[in-house]
């Protein structure tokens, strides 16, 4: 048997004592696929063609009612009529197209299944699979599945993109990361956008890159682009009627949150490790919220805003998002260290040791939650309470929120017309009607009535600094989920803000941890301790959040 073995090794014919085996019969031909039946095909060219009119009634027509339906993509799943109409009403058309293929498998007398090709007139394909059954004798979609024409980039998400956009150093504490920086920061040889496509045409590029940048890129992170922001960072939803609203990478159809959008969804969406981006009213908690993250809103004047494009300079803050604590522990262990950034001072004695283990809870941040919202709160706190490893908690009252928000609206609205009072004055119409009444009022504010706020703001900023002095405030980052793109957001945005300025207003140092989930959406826990303390409240968010886990 090795003669034989080894015969046939050397390509000699493989002898043995078995007999010949019989011929295979020739293979059958393979059978037709079976015919889409004509009704059916007339109903998936009628769809197809409502598609590409981008007729909204009869695409809600053709989906079947009621909350089992569903539709896919590459930013998830809907579920429910309702909602993939909420989602096609602020999709717009798709780009012209026609069919390639179309192939039909049945599933069952009223039932089918159709997988269809589009090829793109302005070129690339797209695949469609669709769920097809008969109700009360027509033809409509149960589950749809779309794979879209591979996009060059998203340019809701990026204004512009590399691989890298922009090379860190080759070693270092973050190599291998790659960071989206929010429109607002100078990068040296491009220009500032801030958000609007007017102030961009005729912004200057940089001669320098913004410190905050830098310390990045002398870290080893990467930059993978400049990444999109609310007008003028006036925002906190995310919107943007110039370039569109990135997508939120948790919920599908739910606003990002802003101003920090662009950033915040890179990150979420897996185009970036690291966010750089800004928080003068929350606009690095709400995002991280929204978008399930982890955000840090550092101290105010901590990190140096040179090369940074302000709002509201009493306010301003730069920070990060991230997708996990560790990696946001390393971008702060970095940044905010001595040895670590070139454009900090050596303030961090308080960060070297720990936060304490209490924790306070603000009776009147609470009053603008969500009652499902707190009620997943509250049995948090009461699971942390009950562990091993339990922090004490207590409530406390911080005063007025409505008093707080308006004083400090009255001084970021001040300090924001004269920043972009003369650039808006010159360009009627350039922004959009949301953030062009936000500067409408602004612009009305009297030096008085400004200085009647900071009067207002400095006893408020005084009791929250005792609140969190020897304990680290403790409550939902925001009211509740994100919400849809098609919600009327004003009372939300109102309670939002009620929740995120008094940590503003103070200038302490928040993070918001992706804790919570109602509805299946996330939604952020945020601690606040006392200023300075920016590294060791990462470190103590980070085991706050292992205790969380170990007890859900």
Not at 3 to 26: S, Y
Not at 115 to 142: A, E, H, K, P
Not at 246 to 273: E, F, I, Q, R, T
Not at 504 to 517: H, T
Request: glycine residues 10%; charged residues 20%.
């Amino acid at each position: 048997m090795l003669w034989t073995l080894n015969a046939a090794r050397r390509g000699a014919p493989l002898m043995t004592d078995a007999a010949p085996e019989p011929a295979m019969p020739a293979p059958a031909a393979p059978a037709e696929p079976p015919a889409i039946p004509a009704d059916l095909r007339a109903a998936f060219d009628a769809y197809e063609r409502a598609i590409v009119a981008n007729d909204l009634d009869a695409l809600d027509d053709f989906f079947a009612p009621g909350p089992e339906t569903l539709r896919g993509d590459t930013a998830g799943l809907l579920v429910g009529h309702d909602a993939i109409s909420g989602f096609r009403a602020l999709r717009g058309g798709v780009p012209p197209r026609e069919i390639a293929e179309i192939h039909y498998r049945p599933l069952g007398p009223d039932s089918a299944l159709l997988m269809s090709v589009s090829q793109f007139v302005g070129g690339g394909r797209g695949l469609q699979t669709q769920v097809w059954q008969r109700i009360d004798g027509r033809w409509l979609i149960t589950a749809a599945h779309v794979t879209p024409r591979t996009p060059a980039l998203d340019r809701t998400i990026w204004r512009s993109v590399g691989d890298p956009f922009l090379q860190g150093a080759w070693e270092g504490p973050l190599a291998g990361l790659t960071v989206a920086v929010k429109d607002l920061f100078a990068v040296a040889g491009f220009r500032i956008g801030a958000g609007n496509p007017s102030y961009l045409e005729e912004a200057r590029p940089e001669k320098a890159t913004a410190p905050a940048v830098a310390d990045l890129l002398r870290a080893g992170a990467s930059l993978r682009g400049i990444a999109r922001t609310d007008e003028f960072a006036y925002s906190i939803a995310g919107d943007n009627v110039h370039y569109g609203t990135p997508p939120n990478g948790a919920v599908v159809g739910a606003l990002p949150g802003g101003s920090s959008s662009g950033p915040a969804s890179a990150v979420a969406l897996g185009h970036a490790d690291i966010g750089l981006a800004t928080d003068t009213a929350g606009s690095i908690r709400v995002p991280a919220s929204y978008q399930g993250l982890w955000g840090l809103r550092t101290t105010h004047d901590l990190v140096p805003r040179q090369g940074m494009l302000p709002l509201a300079q009493s306010f301003d803050t730069i920070g990060w998002l991230t997708r996990d604590g560790e990696t946001l522990q390393r971008v702060a262990d970095w940044c905010l260290s001595y040895d670590g950034s070139s454009s900090t001072e050596n303030v961090y004695g308080a960060s070297g040791d720990d936060l304490p283990w209490r924790f306070v809870v603000p009776e009147e941040v609470l009053d603008c939650v969500e009652p499902a919202t707190r009620e997943a709160f509250s049995r948090l706190l009461a699971a942390l309470a009950a562990s091993d490893d339990p922090p004490s908690f207590r409530a406390v009252h911080t005063g007025d929120l409505d008093a707080t928000f308006s004083a400090f609206r009255t001084v970021q609205g001040a300090e924001a017309w004269r920043n972009d009072g003369d650039w808006l004055r010159a360009h009627p119409g350039a922004v959009g009607p949301a953030v062009a009444e936000r500067f409408r009022v602004a612009s009305q504010i009297t030096a008085d009535d400004e200085a009647a706020a900071r009067a207002e703001l400095e006893p408020i900023a005084a009791l929250l600094a005792e609140v969190v002095d020897g304990a680290v405030m403790v409550f939902p980052t925001v009211p509740g989920p994100a919400p849809l793109r098609t919600a009327d957001v004003d009372a939300v945005r109102a309670a939002t803000l009620r929740m995120t300025a008094p940590a503003a207003a103070a200038g302490l140092p928040a993070v918001s941890i992706p804790l919570l989930r109602v509805g299946g959406a996330p939604i952020g826990v945020c601690l606040v301790s006392r200023a300075g303390t920016d590294i060791a409240l990462v470190r103590l968010a980070r085991r706050f959040a292992a205790l969380a886990g170990g007890v859900r």
